[in-house]
């Protein structure tokens, strides 16, 4: 879908978006188009149940007096609900309410709202940036789309007083939706698709945008002594891959300005819970187990395609979980490349051997700022917070104060759970220096003390993100792979760590 901006001017034809505040109050374009339509449209919205509140919205169809196909009016409410985080959702509704546009083209008119903390031009773009959003669709191997499946939608136009200043706001914006939906993309592939190799080659095609990307393979690992990561991966014929990208977009040298900011990801390909086996029931799900990874590369994508002023490397370790003959046992033990030993009590407990080392890593060769690594790490999270939010776990009440804050403001919220002394005694082991699973108990705490153990003083935040993919629409996000933590950690950038 195509996005443009535009000078003020309602279309004569195709589809129109207009909009009224609490109590129907109309916009100026809105009541235009109503003096055009002989008060049509007042008419048409005293029929109905539409009030203008946030969130509503009314559809009309071929507006007396006009020549126009469809005009949907939404609800925009008080004043004070017209946000940036507000439009964007609004820009996904209207999106999802006229996507089935017959002419292919949709025009929003916007119109300064007197009271509002943002101007035409900012909820211009952020309308945009939401519609963008909500546009997703992952159909590569579908053959046979009904007409119906498919949107017509091939572009949005916004109208706005100073649509210049919007057009350059959302360039921006269109480079994180860029990234979003790569990560999207990745998630969304299956693990015959997307393996070790192929991931590491995807995260390869960022080098276009300038991104420096090293890919490891078993060899190199093993000479690290990355048997944790390594041990993931013995029993899948796809050889394990460690893949470095660098952002080099902050200042130059190696001082403390030019110093790295870092995130790492899990990224399992498909995880069958090795020789401790996951059941059947939802074992094709597992594709999404390298979320942590698909965010990550996404993350590069954005930064390098807004050219972030920034500093960035990003880490992900890829593995695939398989059960052969040669796969590894409970109860083996494996060398960190910390140096650390580890009890495998439970070899679907894997995602946290291949952080230890990719984590160990990074900390080693860049001494980062600070580290963040995502993980679709435990079931145990979901239970606690089931979709609503993302776990975050941090030994820096200021990194995990400005994350959280950043989640608010782009929708991808996380909640802080603990960590301490007593939960960290849990993965203790009698015959290594720690195991990989405590128990039932904790389950989300006790692996995150396990990933703590692997990066030393360093500022650091775990956020654990199993719950990534969508049962149904949310006005930003539809069904499926949601792209989590790339809006989240571009904002995290944006407010704190740009030069």
Request: aromatic letters at 6%; one cysteine or more; a positive charge.
């Amino acid at each position: 879908m195509k996005i443009a901006f535009a000078k003020p001017g309602l279309r004569a034809t195709g589809v129109v978006v207009v909009s009224a505040g609490a109590g129907s109050k109309l916009s100026a374009s809105a009541a235009k188009l109503d003096k055009k339509s002989g008060g049509a449209l007042s008419r048409a919205i005293r029929a109905s149940s539409f009030e203008g509140k946030k969130g509503h919205s009314l559809n009309v169809l071929a507006l007396a007096g006009t020549k126009l196909d469809e005009v949907m009016i939404v609800g925009l409410g008080k004043p004070g609900d017209i946000t940036e985080l507000e439009m964007q959702r609004l820009g996904g509704r209207i999106y999802a309410g006229t996507k089935q546009a017959k002419k292919g083209s949709v025009t929003v008119a916007v119109d300064a709202v007197t009271d509002a903390k943002i101007t035409a031009a900012d909820i211009a773009t952020e309308i945009a940036y939401g519609a963008k959003l909500r546009s997703y669709r992952f159909d590569k191997y579908r053959t046979k789309l009904k007409p119906a499946e498919k949107p017509n939608i091939k572009s949005l136009t916004l109208q706005c007083a100073g649509f210049a200043n919007a057009r350059k706001k959302y360039a921006s914006l269109g480079k994180v939706a860029d990234g979003v939906f790569f990560t999207r993309d990745l998630v969304s592939e299956p693990g015959n698709v997307i393996y070790p190799d192929t991931l590491a080659k995807q995260a390869k095609t960022l080098e276009k945008l300038g991104v420096k990307v090293q890919i490891l393979g078993e060899a190199q690992m093993k000479r690290l002594g990355m048997g944790a990561l390594l041990g993931v991966g013995q029993g899948s014929a796809r050889e394990s891959k460690l893949v470095v990208m660098q952002w080099h977009g902050g200042p130059k040298g190696k001082g403390k300005a030019a110093q790295p900011i870092a995130f790492v990801g899990k990224g399992v390909t498909f995880d069958t819970g090795g020789i401790s086996l996951k059941p059947r029931e939802g074992l094709d799900i597992l594709k999404i187990d390298m979320g942590g990874s698909g965010a990550v590369i996404g993350l590069m994508k954005a930064l390098a395609g807004r050219k972030a002023q920034v500093n960035v490397v990003g880490v992900i370790g890829c593995v695939e979980n398989m059960p052969d003959g040669n796969a590894q046992r409970p109860g083996d033990i494996v060398t960190s490349m910390s140096g650390q030993t580890i009890e495998v009590i439970d070899t679907d407990a894997e995602g946290r051997l291949v952080l230890a080392d990719a984590l160990h890593y990074t900390n080693q060769r860049f001494k980062p700022k600070f580290m963040v690594n995502l993980a679709t790490l435990t079931g145990a999270i979901m239970v606690a917070l089931a979709h609503h939010n993302a776990g975050l776990f941090s030994n820096n009440d200021q990194l995990a104060e400005r994350l959280t804050q950043a989640g608010l403001e782009v929708d991808e919220t996380l909640w802080r759970m603990p960590l301490g002394e007593a939960y960290d005694k849990m993965i203790d082991s009698k015959i290594a220096d720690m195991k990989n699973l405590a128990g039932r108990l904790g389950g989300s705490i006790t692996a995150a003390q396990f990933l703590q153990r692997h990066v030393d003083n360093t500022p650091w935040a775990h956020i654990d993100i199993s719950g990534i993919w969508a049962e149904t629409d949310t006005p930003t996000v539809p069904e499926g792979a949601t792209g989590f933590g790339v809006r989240l950690l571009d904002r995290l950038v944006k407010n704190h760590y740009e030069s």
